[in-house]
Structures are given as C-alpha cells and as structure tokens.
C-alpha cells in the first residue's frame, strides 16, 4: 500500500521509522515517518542535502523548524539515501 502523506501535530517523543522520502522536485525531497506524518524536507543547498524540520501545531499550523525532529534541523548529507537520513535523524546510526 502506497504512503499517504499526512500533515497533523506530532508529540514530542520517538519517531516512527524507517523514515521515507518522497520527491518534491529535484532539489526537495519530503520527509515523512513509516506511517506518513510529515517531518520536514531535505533540500539541496549547494552540493549538500540539509535537513529541514518542520512540525505543526494542535490546531495545524505550520511551525518552521519546528516538531519532533527540532533538535535535527540543518542536519547535513552527501547524499538522500532514506536508510542512512532515517538512521541519522532518528539516531539509530
């Protein structure tokens, strides 16, 4: 069954992995949990991935840099490989 995006508040706490990306553009790649609550993005800046949290609030407002990867933001990478951003972001690697 394909991922279902979703855009909902998440609580602080552990996050669901492994951890998918799913195409923007060729310079954005969306960030989600196992289960399709959205996290953030990975943007293309220069020739580095970064790592762009986002969260959203009880009543679903977008809080930039915010959610329970907050403390990931800017995180970098050579390249989007899902299994190494999932295993970094979520410490596990």
């Known amino acids: 069954m394909p991922l279902v995006p979703t855009y909902i508040h998440l609580p602080d706490g552990p996050v669901a992995g492994p951890l998918q ?3 923007v553009n060729a310079d954005v ?10 996290l953030g993005s990975l943007k ?27 403390h990931q933001h800017n995180v970098q990478f050579q390249t989007p490989d899902a299994e190494a951003v999932s295993a970094r972001l979520l410490g596990r690697g």
Do not use: C, N, S
């Open 44 to 70: 293309k800046i220069g020739a580095v991935w970064k790592f762009k949290a986002v969260g959203y609030d009880a009543t679903g407002a977008v809080e930039p840099g915010g959610g329970p990867l907050t």
């Open 29 to 38: 790649l969306a960030v989600h949990t196992a289960d399709g609550a959205h």
């Open 21 to 23: 990306l799913l195409p």
